[in-house]
């Protein structure tokens, strides 16, 4: 994994992605692209217009219709509800195959970004495009884990350098960050409690942080005023 191209820590989906990218075009008949598919042993290519812009996907869910209607006769309920299914069982080309507009990603997408229309879109892979939409990579879930491979002790400058040296300029700072197995326990004493949460929130955006935990000591407690001595006989 490279280091961060964007502001310090932040991780892009460039960072992350597979650069090496196979793709077809709008005209690629059905057995290049199911040959295709097979040779690179993924579940979908990215379509491309002729000037590399991404116009469109093709997945093996939109190859399957062919397989499932070769020999069934689908009746006039199943005909209206599966319209684009039967479409997609007589087409030939990535051009009628292709599932359009494409979902992508901006190459300088934050991996959040990326994380969230994977989920909102439910699909695996994502192709990534440049400012032109030209086609830059592709980006999976299982790159946008890499982070998360990032050592304990790399974790733990980071929090240092990003976090902490911000908050609290000084040498040394009041808190300090031990890190095991990505989980990063603060350490110290902090005497305004009300930068508590806002700490945990900024070194649980720090990339590859699997969670935070809190051992923080508050301010002294203030020395009790002394008890004025003597009772009522006194004179």
Known sequence: MTAPTGSVGTYRVTDVMTHTVVAVGR???????????????????PVLAGDGRVVGVVSEADLLPKEEFRDSDPTRFEQLRRLDDLAKAGAVTARELMST?????????VLAEA????????VKRLPVVDAEGKLAG????????RVFLR??????????????????????PPVEALVHEGVVTLTGRLDDR???????????????????????????PRPRPARRSGGAGAR
Do not use: C, N, Y
């Open 151 to 172: 050592s304990d002790e790399d974790l733990a400058a980071a929090v240092r350098d990003e976090v902490l040296a911000h908050l609290f300029p000084g040498d040394p």
């Open 27 to 45: 005209d690629a008949p059905f057995k290049e692209i199911v040959a295709t598919l097979q040779q690179w042993k993924v579940s979908a290519l």
């Open 115 to 122: 994380a969230r229309i994977m989920a909102v879109r439910h």
């Open 194 to 220: 009300t930068r508590v949460p806002v700490l945990a929130r900024l070194v649980r955006a720090v990339e590859g942080v699997v969670d935070v935990r809190m051992d923080l000591g508050g301010p002294p």
């Open 101 to 109: 507009p494409a979902v992508t990603v901006r190459a300088d997408a």
């Open 138 to 145: 592709v980006v999976s879930r299982a790159d946008l884990l």
